[in-house]
């Protein structure tokens, strides 16, 4: 089975984000890429943007969280206008407890956690770096 890794771009505030998340679902940095890394002659990196991060990957089980920031050469994310969620299956009520209200401190919640008319414990928020999640538990039958 394929696995689905979500990558999320970030106007300059990967690292303090990524940090976040971290501090959440715990797990380990498995590569932090600093665009200073990657520069060259014929890709020259700007001072300011050194020490941004031009790759990020958390681990988080089988399963990666990915994400960098954007160099302001190719304009500003609208973060207001991502409509992509990123969906997490916990394996349990508290561990969806959890996530979610770690989370979701200090972002705006759409859809407080509880139980769903289809079934399932669910819970849908805007972190406050304005990334979409969905936390979404399904009790085994």
């Keep these: 089975m394929a696995l689905i890794n979500p990558h999320v771009n970030f106007n300059g505030n990967a690292e303090e984000a990524f940090n976040f998340y ?5 797990g ?4 932090i890429v600093r665009f200073k890394e990657i520069s060259s002659d014929e890709y ?29 050469s190719m304009g500003p994310v609208s973060e207001n206008e991502n409509r992509s969620k ?7 009520r508290d561990e969806a407890d959890k996530l979610f209200n770690g989370l979701s401190a200090g972002g705006n919640v759409e859809y407080p956690i509880g139980d769903s008319p289809w079934g399932s414990y669910f ?3 805007r972190d406050k770096y304005g990334i979409e999640w969905m936390i979404d538990f399904v009790a085994k039958v």
């Excluded at 990123?86 to 349990?92: D, E, Q």
């Design 44 to 72: 020259p990196v700007p001072e300011k943007e050194a020490d941004k991060i031009m790759h990020i990957a958390l681990s988080i089980g089988p399963n990666f969280l990915m994400g960098n920031d954007v160099p302001e």
């Design 86 to 92: 990123i969906c997490v299956m916990p394996a349990s």
């Design 22 to 26: 971290k501090s959440v679902f715990g």
């Design 28 to 31: 380990e940095f498995e590569r």
């Design 123 to 125: 819970g849908m928020f």
